[in-house]
Each structure stands twice: as C-alpha cells, then as structure tokens.
C-alpha cells in the first residue's frame, strides 16, 4: 500500500513521472483501514493455496466488455487461491475498479471503492516469480509485510514493469489473455486516479480451464 493507508502506487504528484508513483504510493490495500468481511461461504482466513501446475480461467464482466484472466498457482500459490476463491463466493461482483493511473494500472477489489477496504484478513507474502508487463495481474499491498488482503491490479503498459521491479513485492498470480481492450477502456473513461464514476466488476467468474 502507500503511505497514506491506501494500497498500489502513489500519485504522479510524487514525482514528474509513473516511476515516482510507485515511490509515493505503492500498489495495494490499506492497513488498519476499513474492512469488508467476507460473506456466506466467503473465507474469513487465508484460504488454501491453489495446488502447483493448476490453472483456473476467470472472467471480469463490466459494462465495457469482458476480462478473461488465467491465473497460474505456480506464479504465486497463496494469492492464486486467494483471489480465485473470493472470485468463486462472488465477493467481487459489484465491485469497483476505484484507482485509475494513466499508463500504468487499474486497481480494483477493495469493497469500499476507497482503496482502504479488503476482506477482514491477510495473506502472506510471496516471491515475485515473474515479470510485470502489460496485462499482468497482481496483488497491491501496503509496504507492510503480509498486508494483501483483496485488493489487485492489471498492468497497463510494458513501460510500467520496470517501476513495478524496482519494488519487486507485489505478487503476480495471473495475466489478462483476452480483454486487454477493456482495462484501456477502463484507463480511458476515468476522469481522476479516483474515478468520479468507477467502472464496476458486474460479474467476476471461475472455471477449470
């Protein structure tokens, strides 16, 4: 998270480029901040990790089309899980993709749509085990240890990844395989970091590849 308790990057007035966001705020989920507990037949803890060589194939449906996402337990089992059983208790339908940087990520999964809100736990840590380029899936975390919760992001661009390596603690569990079109579109229709009116995630959706 950053700083101010709200997680992923920081804002671009940190420093005259994206680089600096990350350096002001990083991407992820608040400590201390409001939580959303899980509902019925949502986790209250960490749930299971998603065992080795498994994939799943997840769908984010908004209004401007659809993200279809594979998520890898080999890039990072912990969150892997994490983020397909809270897909699969449909806990982020609704939900809104409340932090826009240009060029750079969309962040979602936060409940509250403030960027301070997550699921009423954490997760642990885990390596970064892969590269962050356009169209990577992430977990956004505050600079604490183990404080990701709900909270993810999708790249944006290529240019991002390098930003993203310099901090090298935001977990990637997945890509975006088809849809990318729609996180432009996403990026195109906010007007501020904290869209005015965010895009919401109508339906997000799990099945066996």
Avoid: K
Wanted: proline share 8%; with cysteine.
């Amino acid at each position: 998270m950053i700083p101010t308790r709200r997680l992923l990057v920081r804002s671009f007035a940190c420093v005259a480029v994206a680089a600096a966001l990350v350096a002001c705020s990083s991407p992820g989920a608040t400590t201390g901040g409001t939580t959303i507990v899980s509902g019925a037949g949502c986790p209250s803890v960490q749930p299971e990790p998603l065992p080795g060589g498994e994939t799943r194939t997840v769908t984010i449906a908004t209004d401007l089309g659809e993200m279809v996402i594979r998520v890898e337990a080999d890039l990072s089992p912990i969150a892997a899980g994490n983020f397909v059983a809270l897909a699969g208790c449909q806990y982020y339908d609704g939900v809104v993709f409340h932090r826009v940087v240009p060029g750079f990520v969309i962040q979602g999964g936060d409940p509250t749509g403030t960027g301070t809100g997550g699921p009423g736990y954490t997760i642990a840590d885990e390596p970064v085990t892969a590269t962050y380029h356009r169209g990577t899936l992430a977990m956004a975390r505050t600079a604490q240890p183990n404080s990701q919760g709900s909270q993810f992001f999708v790249v944006l661009s290529d240019a991002a990844g390098p930003i993203l390596a310099s901090y090298n603690t935001y977990a990637i569990f997945g890509e975006v395989t088809d849809g990318m079109d729609v996180a432009d579109a996403i990026h195109a229709a906010a007007d501020a970091e904290a869209p005015t009116h965010p895009v919401a995630m109508d339906s997000v959706t799990v099945t066996n590849p």
